[in-house]
């Protein structure tokens, strides 16, 4: 008995141990180190904006209104990104937007928020310049692969994705680049 009590008394007398400094907080959940903030932009086109200014930058794009206010905008001619370019057929429009030769584009999703999803798809089996070019404008990614790359940035995401079409959809490879949010 006297023997715990000494070693009580002993411990009691001990100074505390040091307290580790403190760590500043890591990003949320799937957060990113973006400086910025704000809706995600890509090519000119920021989450949140118009159908109208959506379809003045891009005279080319034809829309589906039959759902309104949902809109979806596509655009089959002249589509590049990050120095990859859309291999569509000439024949794409509304009617035949889901055909194998009309995968490759761009796709603009609109609510009457506004635009809440920007789609490129390209063909293409690397996607590492653009991934090098979202990391300058996003940061560092939530999640990296040789398939895929995204980043959760508060209320929005982005993400570039390598994928192949099944089921007779053509044997292109493809690489798209979606900016998406609320």
Not at 97 to 114: M, N, P, R, V
């Amino acid at each position: 008995m006297f023997l715990s009590l000494f070693v009580t008394l002993l411990l009691a007398q001990a100074p505390d141990a040091p307290k580790p400094k403190p760590q500043p907080a890591p990003p949320a959940y799937g957060g990113s180190t973006r400086p910025e903030s704000g809706p995600l932009e890509l090519q000119g086109d920021t989450l949140g904006e118009s159908a109208d200014a959506f379809t003045a930058r891009h005279p080319k794009a034809q829309c589906d209104t039959s759902a309104k206010p949902r809109v979806t905008c596509y655009q089959w001619d002249g589509v590049s990104i990050f120095g990859m370019s859309a291999n569509a057929s000439a024949s794409c429009n509304l009617k035949k937007k889901y055909a194998a030769d009309c995968l490759q584009g761009l796709i603009a999703k609109f609510t009457s928020e506004g635009l809440v999803s920007l789609v490129y798809t390209v063909g293409g089996i690397d996607k590492t310049a653009a991934t090098e070019e979202l990391k300058k404008k996003f940061g560092k990614p939530f999640i990296e692969s040789r398939e895929g790359t995204s980043w959760n940035i508060g209320d929005y995401t982005a993400s570039i994705v390598i994928t192949k079409p099944t089921d007779g959809l053509g044997d292109t490879t493809l690489i798209t680049i979606t900016i998406s949010g609320s």
